[in-house]
């Protein structure tokens, strides 16, 4: 257990649905992240924020809407995804984003397909 | 951008030394991770180097040499249990302030009896 929860574990969505993950750090933390892992790939950072305030995008699909109400949770709202956007979507979680070494835990992520 | 590069495939015999590589291009190098990643499990953390040298805990140690674009990861008294995925990853600092994160696609260790 490394103090981020993530839910739910596994996902199976149409194109048309609309779900929502979401991750829960128990450590304190003040930065949260999304990253993608596809197979064969190498772990995309999707989103950054750093006391709730979004600092980094990179390049992600408008389907993808992140949202941090607080520094301890952290959503990821998706909408009329590809079979393309089928991975594992993992929430990780650091002291702050920026500046200085910080340590990422990461949660158990969630396995998503899109049929 | 970055560039990082580590070998897809490892095998390595239980009770050995192994040594996984990571070679990388960057234009800001501000630290660079070893993570450890079992199949169907999160990534975990293993070390850090932001310095030039090696850094020893335990039965893991990495090394850095930045001026050669280089780190390695020497795994000592392989266990069964130490077959997994390693995932290099490198942050450099980004213009305007802050740092970006990048993984390598990661090496696959298998060790066997």
Redo the contacts between chains.
Sequence with gaps: E?G?TQTPRHLVMGMTNKKSLKCEQHLGHNAMYWYKQSA??????MFVYNFKEQ??NNSVPSRFSPECPNSSHLFLHLHTLQPEDSALY?CASSQK???S?N???????TRLTVL | GQN?DQPTEMTATEGAIVQINCTYQTSGFN?L?WYQQHAG?????LS?N?LDGLEEKGRFSSFLSRSKGYSYLLLKELQMKDSASY?C?VRDRITG??????????TQLKVEL
């Design positions: 490394t981020v064969k790939k190498p772990l995309e950072l600092t980094e993992l984003a920026d500046l070494y340590e990422q835990f990461f949660g158990p992520g | 990082i630290g991770f499990e999160a990534p975990t953390f850090y932001v995932l990853a302030g802050g740092n970006k994160l990048t993984f390598g696609t990661g």
